[in-house]
């Protein structure tokens, strides 16, 4: 009796081909794009999917929705300059002159959009509450043997433990032996400078290291096996240089021009968000909760 996959019209060799499952790769799916407009004005089709080049997304009908807001929101600030007769001669930018319908944007939003200045105690507050980013990264001069071991080697890891275990007694009694141990046992090229890593930043190592170095002082070796992913380590912290913090004079007026820059960004997202509450915006919903314009 034939199975459920069977078609009774096929002879033997067809229906063992129609059985194989298809290799085709089926064509990509047009991104579907719904009539534009604002105000009456079309955004067209075409000009919506050539914007699209210019917005990565995940997958391309973000790339199409994201195209079109821009496309609404250049739209939007076209025609309110029309409106207040606003025209500028266009400049030249780096990546090529401006066009006469950018240079009445920006015209437009100097003109319209009020951009607060940044405070000298602003941005003071600022830098008080954000030190670290104005902090360079400690730096560490430290030598290691490591004794490897892979996550998933039990056994081998065990064994790695205990002989870092070993060695770490014997350094405990005979510290200047650390070069010739390292030589010796550390399964890491940089025994053949007695374990030397050179000078070690954020991020140089893995965390399980980086935390062990953050705790020790100068001078001082681990008491235990430090361990990570490529097995155990035992670390002598040579030296550590602390960061040092850059004096307010020195950043204030990067931290100005960030707070107002800051402060352009959300001016200009409300002023756009005012034209379109007033506007006939169809085929896109630009004020919906994830609309870059809703804070």
């Not at 089709?45 to 009908?61: K, V």
């Not at 009445?104 to 607060?116: C, D, G, S, T, Y």
Request: with cysteine; charged share 25%.
């Amino acid at each position: 009796m034939a199975n459920l996959y069977t078609n009774p019209n096929l002879n033997e060799g067809a229906q063992a081909d129609a059985d194989l499952p298809s290799t085709k790769v089926p064509p990509k799916s047009k991104p579907i794009i719904t009539d534009v407009s604002v105000n009456g004005v079309q955004i067209s089709e075409q000009d919506i999917l050539a914007e699209a080049q210019n917005h990565p997304a995940e997958n391309p009908g973000q790339a199409v929705q994201a195209a079109a807001r821009a496309l609404v929101v250049r739209e939007l600030l076209l025609q309110q300059a029309k409106a207040l007769n606003i025209e500028a001669a266009p400049e030249q930018m780096d990546d090529g002159s401006e066009t006469p319908e950018d240079a009445a944007i920006r015209e437009l939003i100097e003109q319209e959009v009020e951009i607060p200045t940044a405070s000298k105690d602003e941005c003071q507050r600022y830098y008080e509450n954000n030190r670290t980013r104005f902090s360079s990264e400690p730096i560490y001069e430290a030598s290691h043997i490591l004794f490897a071991a892979g996550s998933e080697q039990h056994t081998a890891r065990s064994i790695a433990k205990a002989r870092a275990h070993d060695v770490i007694k014997l350094l405990q009694d005979k510290p200047e032996a650390f070069a010739d141990l390292a030589l010796e046992y550390s399964a890491c090229p940089s025994k053949e400078t007695g374990g030397n890593l050179g000078q070690l930043t954020k991020g140089s190592t893995v965390s399980e290291f980086e935390k062990a170095l953050q705790s020790m002082h100068a001078g001082q070796m681990t008491g235990e096996p430090v361990e990570t992913k490529f097995g155990y380590h035992i670390i002598f912290l040579n030296r550590k240089i602390e960061g040092n913090t850059l004096p307010f004079e020195h950043v204030e007026e990067t931290i100005r021009a960030w707070l107002e820059a800051a402060s352009w960004s959300k001016a200009v997202s409300q002023y756009i968000t005012i034209l379109a509450g007033s506007a006939e915006i169809k085929g896109i919903d630009l004020l919906g909760s994830d609309s870059p314009l809703v804070q």
